[in-house]
């Protein structure tokens, strides 16, 4: 399987089922997209291969949250849902369950990595990446501090205000330094 690297193709594989049949634009915002259920086993040993920082919240009221650090965002899985009252417009309303990416690089890595044939222009809201450079960061990370701040802050992920926010936050890259 090659990678297209031509600028009509930013961040696929072209032999694999489509990227939208597997991952689907949230409506939480931009940088965010939702999981097939029945991809998640394969995302999550996927996950579990690669030795990301991850994080967990498991507070009462509140929906159980796993999450893994990637890139300029990474997963979480939301495994239950807090009883509370149901408004699909409320700002604050808690996340169902599922799974989710956060963030155009992690999204782009994932869906080479899952051999999905990817976007072939660009989404609202992202920068062009170049596969084979997405590549090389992820295989050369390194486990430092902030990968595992990244991950408890992916946890904090209980209620679509707190996911946009966490997003938007990750979206706009670590502060410059002194």
């Not at 690089?105 to 869906?111: C, E, G, M, S, Y």
């Not at 050369?140 to 679509?160: F, H, V």
């Amino acid at each position: 399987m090659a990678i297209q690297t031509d600028i009509g193709d930013v961040g696929g594989l072209r032999d694999g089922p489509a990227w939208n049949d597997v991952l689907t634009v949230s409506n939480l915002g931009a940088g965010i997209f939702d999981v097939r259920w029945d991809v998640r086993p394969r995302l999550r040993r996927w996950l579990a291969g690669h030795d990301l920082p991850c994080a967990s919240t498991r507070d009462p009221h509140l929906p159980a949250v796993d999450a893994w650090a990637l890139l300029d965002g990474g997963v979480i899985s939301v495994a239950s849902l807090a009883v509370g009252p149901h408004d699909p417009d409320a700002a604050w309303q808690v996340l169902s369950p599922g799974m989710r990416v956060l963030g155009f690089r992690a999204f782009r890595l994932l869906v080479a990595q899952l051999a999905l044939a990817g976007p072939a222009t660009v989404l609202p809201g992202e920068q062009v990446t170049d596969p084979d450079a997405l590549r090389a960061e992820f295989e050369n990370r390194r486990d430092d501090g902030a990968a595992r701040e990244q991950a408890e802050l992916l946890a904090s992920c209980t209620d679509r205000s707190s996911t946009r926010w966490v997003a938007a936050v990750l979206r706009s890259g670590p502060p410059a330094g002194p």
